[in-house]
């Protein structure tokens, strides 16, 4: 397929479907773990090593009621995915992947956003929550950018759980980061 194109089409989303979590499942780990993650940003491959998701843990984002799992695809190809999850007055934000080829070229903005759009329409919720490893600070960053604040509320990593990862360092936790969706979209940078 010619890349030219397949960069300079619209994406599309669609709800996950069973028969995705394999292609999910592939998209996760490229994006977050080993070599191939290191041609993106979002790599953790300094700090963690073996998994990132499994086939059950995507099955079960895709499954759950009150969860779904946003499939984006450009040119019938899958390109970013992301979990939303209906936690009462807000929505959990998750397993957010975008190919690391494509990364830093404008669509996890965009993903983001629609996330954003369809919580914020879909389940009338106030706020997005997630959590990032608090020592990602460049991808902290980049959510603060998008009207993401850090809370400083930690979670504790679950080291000796292998379906997380392997850590490499002993001092991960988790941070929740929390955006008003009242308040819209927020700087495109």
Known sequence: MDTAVQRTGEPTYRDAVEADVPALVALVESAYRGDSSRSGWTTEAD???????????????ITTPGSRL?????DGALVACCQLEHRGDAAYFGMFAVRP???G??????VLAEAERLARAGWGVREMHMTVISVREELIAWYERRGYRRTGRTTPFPYGDERFGLPRR?????EL???DLALG?????
């Open 101 to 103: 080829g494509l990364q």
């Open 170 to 174: 002993d001092d991960l936790c988790f």
């Open 70 to 74: 946003l499939v984006v695809e450009r």
């Open 177 to 179: 980061l929390v955006k």
């Open 47 to 61: 700090i963690l090593d073996g998994q990132r998701t499994d086939p059950d843990g995507v099955l079960a984002v």
């Open 185 to 189: 979209p927020v700087s495109d940078r």
């Open 105 to 110: 070229g404008g669509l996890g903005r965009r």
